[in-house]
């Protein structure tokens, strides 16, 4: 009993150990068989994998893939994420783990250099980079063959970049593209539109591409890759363009160039310009153009915003403003935290393009990055070394073969740095003014980082790679989005123009310089005429005039001209000639005015500065101040801003014997009603000129602007900001009416060489040629021959008042001018001149010329032989033993202008005195200038909104007056 028992009592005892045992067998089944279905389950999904891979079940559809047999060519659309890329991603399984390639073959990927400046250059390498990263291919920079083309990144001893951290990220081949046997076959250099979809197309697509080209790839061939789905935005799909991202935070200057932005001076954190950072870039000068900086910007940012946000951050105002931004400072900040309450409160750093001189409105409020001292111990480096031997690049070798210093790269070498050092600026700053239509700013912004995109105007923009659309930054925090309506109205007067003039005093306030200039002068006849540079301006400057013995007066300047390290070098004044000695037209004249400038009562202040020893490097991108200053200092002018050049643009109308006429429209002020400037400017077109330069001193009524933007945009004007406020009060109406002898000037420097002749007249002043049609042919033709046969330089012609705007009609007569235009409501003119307003009578001999009868002129400004010249009202000069040798008195059946005003008629009560003769307009002329309105949609608005509106049924500036019978011609 007992053994049974204790037999019992044993075994009871050991089961909890049996249990453990027999349950730790099973658990170690079950999972011996989990573990065996997981490993087949991951085997399929990796198997699965492959073959889709090998299938073309991802990274897009049949249209994404490439067709070696037989490519498809698609119709340009929008790039939009595939449905299954899409689903790809939301897998989980990016195409970086889905795309394993096996090492076959070389597997190079380069791309060729395609032009545009280093910003271009610097996104393009770091575009095929990225390339190379997705598609594990080693990347091959290609050699810098043009100057266009240099970064410096392979010429290491000039000491511009720090590409270590580069070269240990990325595999990068530096080497292979200086190879002579270095070549990519036809068949895998890819299209512009294979490039562009490459990435998108996904592992399926770069599968077909590592079978075709195994060795290299190159990126999109001779056309480049710059950007893909959209503008300043890179390939691929949010991975892809976030590899894109991390580049910049490998590629780095050198320390050596690096430590001259200014983020590395004490005074940026010390004096507050770590606040903000502004990227300048000037548009409508400098052969830069306005609206392509406009349309840029609004591809820019249409391409990145959705349409709903538009009007909030692509208004109008924004997108000119950005083109010019020290003109609407304020505006083109759009975060309340970086506001200020005054304009005179903001410290940036500043990045130009040297196209606008700051210190003219942001005088001690900006700081700027110096590459002179780092250029001074690269120059001083190469005299200590072999010079050839520190060239790598195709380029710097043809630049530098058997030379001794760097002088034959030092500009490409003074651009390229300058233009890094304003990069690497805009990055360190708390928050960033770009420029939207600019690969600077763009890499500026990429530079900065993603983290850092909110702080700024634009670069939120760029980067929004898991979206079609850019995320805005709150509403809250953003200022000046409230879209166009409420904010164009305050639009600055010079953007709504397309040339801003520098308009510059000197210290003492007694001058003011218009703008510096390239004036092609061709003194000996020469194949290679030279281009002097020289200044247009108004007012005092140290000068002294003497006579020599033959009485002959001699002008010298009491100061030189220094531009960069040209020092001191002469400086020559041309004054406006006149009837009297320059010294009583210059300082005796108009002293009863409150100005130094030119005034009524012949004072002849307006001046051309030339400095003929100074010499125009066309090769800098940017060009140094031109500084005027006299020994003791007591003058002195700083000149910053871009140099004025002779542009072409509008119609190419001709006469006959292909001569092309310039419209140079004197200072325009007053007009309300656009009817007026409507008729006038299709008018002139209709009868021969090309293009019309308007010296705008306040057109700013909304419906004016409306047209000159029409006329803009068909390049037949172009608009000069002549106000009061962008002159500093220089073309008040104290200066001879509005600075017109000035803006005479400005015009025919700007046209030297790019156009025949300028035609000079007033905004009440239509220019009438021969008949039947009234065109200037003929008058161009006869100047010409005058020219040809006898040296003259220009053709002074007749002004005949147009006596019937004062007539005031009665019903009947309104009724007759309902479907009629302006110009065809005056039909009459003064049948013979008024003296002395339209002529000068000593007994019984009478005189029309030059200002005697008011004459106007043109003159040639296409030959440059002809030295230039301050341009006077009525002739070249008012020197008329000179103009009797150099100008040709035109008839009156050749050319005169029909001048609507006569208040000389109207102060003296001789309105009901005068005969009249009718001299309509030609109807031809006339059937052109109203199909041309009526023709074009906003002209035909703008045009019959006015009429129907406007309180005068005529001409807005006279005030028509009851006068007898005779002068009612229609009812007669």
């Not at 019992?8 to 079950?30: E, G």
């Not at 063959?145 to 270590?164: A, H, P």
């Not at 759009?334 to 606008?356: I, N, P, W």
């Not at 000593?842 to 440059?864: E, L, M, P, S």
């Amino acid at each position: 009993m007992t053994s049974i028992s204790n037999s019992w009592s044993s075994k009871a005892k050991n089961k909890p150990k049996n249990v453990f045992f027999r349950n730790s067998l099973l658990f170690l089944v079950w999972a011996s068989i989990i573990l065996s279905m997981s490993t087949l389950i991951l085997s399929w999904i990796a198997i699965e994998n492959d073959v889709a891979v090998k299938e073309g079940l991802h990274g897009g559809n049949k249209d994404t893939a490439l067709d070696l047999r037989s490519p498809k060519k698609t119709r340009g659309k929008r790039n939009r994420p595939e449905k299954d890329e899409k689903a790809q991603h939301d897998s989980g399984i990016s195409n970086n783990q889905i795309y394993q390639p096996t090492q076959k073959g070389k597997r190079l990927l380069t791309y060729k250099r395609f032009g545009g400046r280093l910003n271009n250059q610097l996104f393009q390498f770091i575009t095929a980079l990225q390339h190379a990263k997705v598609l594990k291919r080693t990347f091959v920079v290609p050699d810098e063959v043009r100057e266009v083309e240099w970064t410096g990144m392979f010429d290491t001893s000039f000491g511009i970049w720090d590409l270590s951290s580069l070269n240990k990220a990325y595999d990068i081949d530096w080497t292979t593209a200086f190879s002579p046997n270095f070549e990519v076959p036809e068949e895998c250099v890819l299209s512009p539109r294979d490039g562009a979809k490459l990435l998108k197309g996904g592992p399926k697509l770069w599968v077909e591409w590592d079978k075709k080209c195994p060795d290299i790839i190159d990126l999109a061939g001779n056309t480049g890759l710059l950007f893909c789905d959209g503008q300043h935005q890179f390939c691929g799909d949010a991975e892809a363009q976030e590899m894109a991202y991390d580049i910049y935070k490998h590629l780095k200057l050198s320390p050596s160039l690096l430590q001259y932005i200014p983020s590395k001076s004490k005074e940026f954190k010390d004096q507050g310009f770590d606040e903000l950072a502004v990227h300048s870039r000037r548009a409508g000068e400098g052969g830069y153009s306005w609206e392509l900086c406009i349309k840029g910007n609004k591809r820019t940012c249409s391409g990145h915003v959705d349409t709903a946000d538009l009007g909030k951050y692509c208004d109008e105002r924004t997108m000119k403003g950005n083109c010019a931004v020290w003109l609407d400072f304020d505006y083109q900040i759009k975060s309340k935290k970086f506001l200020k309450k005054k304009r005179d409160q903001y410290k940036f750093v500043l990045a130009s393009d040297g196209t606008h001189d700051w210190s003219i409105d942001f005088d001690g409020q900006f700081i700027v990055a110096n590459n002179t001292e780092w250029l001074l111990k690269i120059e001083k480096k190469a005299k200590e070394r072999d010079v050839e031997g520190m060239a790598i690049s195709t380029y710097a070798k043809s630049k530098l073969r058997g030379q001794k210093d760097l002088s034959k790269i030092k500009s490409t070498l003074d651009a390229l740095s300058a233009t890094l050092l304003d990069l690497f600026s805009l990055v360190d700053s708390k928050y960033l003014l770009g420029a939207y239509y600019s690969t600077l700013s763009l890499n500026a912004c990429y530079f900065r980082g993603p983290d850092r995109m909110y702080d700024s105007n634009m670069c939120w923009m760029l980067m929004h790679p898991k979206s079609k659309y850019a995320i805005s930054p709150p509403l809250k925090n953003s200022a000046h989005i409230d879209g166009d309506s409420k904010n164009m109205n305050d639009l600055p007067a010079a953007l709504m123009s397309d040339v801003e003039h520098a308009f510059v005093r000197s210290n003492d306030g007694k001058f003011i310089a218009i703008d510096r200039y390239i004036i092609p002068y061709d003194i000996l006849r020469s194949r290679k005429p030279r281009d002097l540079i020289g200044v247009v301006g108004d007012g005092e400057v140290p000068l002294t005039i003497t006579t020599n013995e033959l009485g002959d007066e001699m002008i010298e300047a009491g100061f030189t001209c220094s531009m960069g390290n040209q020092l001191d070098t002469r400086a020559t004044v041309l004054l406006m000639k006149g009837d009297k000695t320059y010294e009583e037209h210059y300082f005796k004249r108009g002293e009863k005015y409150k100005t130094p400038f030119s005034t009524n009562g012949d004072r002849f202040r307006t001046l051309i500065i030339v400095c003929e020893e100074l010499f125009f490097d066309k090769s800098l991108s940017r060009h140094p101040p031109l500084i005027l200053k006299s020994p003791d200092s007591k003058f002195s002018l700083r000149i910053g801003s871009t140099f004025a050049r002779q542009m072409k643009e509008g119609d190419n109308v001709k006469n006959p014997h292909g001569k092309q006429l310039v419209h140079c429209l004197n200072p325009v002020y007053g007009l309300t009603d656009p009817r007026w400037i409507i008729e006038y400017l299709e008018y002139h077109r209709a009868i021969g000129v090309s293009h019309v330069h308007i010296y705008n001193v306040n057109l700013h009524a909304p419906s004016v602007q409306q047209v000159l933007e029409v006329y803009r945009r068909q390049k037949f004007i172009t608009r000069h900001d002549w106000s009061d406020n962008a002159s500093k009060g220089y073309t008040t109406h104290v200066t001879y009416e509005h600075a017109k002898w000035a803006a005479q000037t400005d015009c025919a420097i700007r046209n030297r060489r790019i156009y025949d002749y300028a035609l000079f007249s007033d905004i009440d002043e239509v220019a009438f040629g021969a008949l039947p049609d009234g065109k200037l042919g003929p008058a161009l033709d006869v100047c010409e021959k005058a020219k040809k046969n006898g040296g003259k330089v220009a053709c002074s012609f007749n002004s005949n008042t147009v006596t019937s705007i004062y007539t005031k009609l009665n019903d009947e007569e309104e009724a007759s001018m309902e479907n009629k235009l302006l110009l065809e409501r005056y039909t009459h003119v003064e049948a013979d001149p008024h003296c002395p307003a339209n002529c000068k009578c000593d007994g019984g001999n009478c005189t029309r010329k030059f200002h005697n009868g008011r004459q106007k002129y043109i003159a040639n400004v296409g030959d440059i032989y002809i030295p230039p010249r301050p341009m006077w009202t009525h002739a070249l000069s008012r020197d008329y033993d000179e103009m009797e040798k150099v100008m040709e008195v035109l008839p009156d059946e050749v050319m005169h202008v029909r001048h609507y005003q006569g208040h000389w008629y109207l102060n003296k009560n001789l309105l009901d005195t005068i005969d009249e003769l009718e001299r309509p307009l030609s109807p031809t002329i006339m059937n052109v200038v109203r199909k041309n309105i009526q023709t074009t949609p906003d002209l035909n608005t703008i045009y019959t909104t006015a009429k129907r509106s406007s309180v005068s049924k005529g001409i807005e500036w006279i005030n028509p007056v009851d006068r007898p019978p005779k002068y009612h011609h229609d009812l007669l």
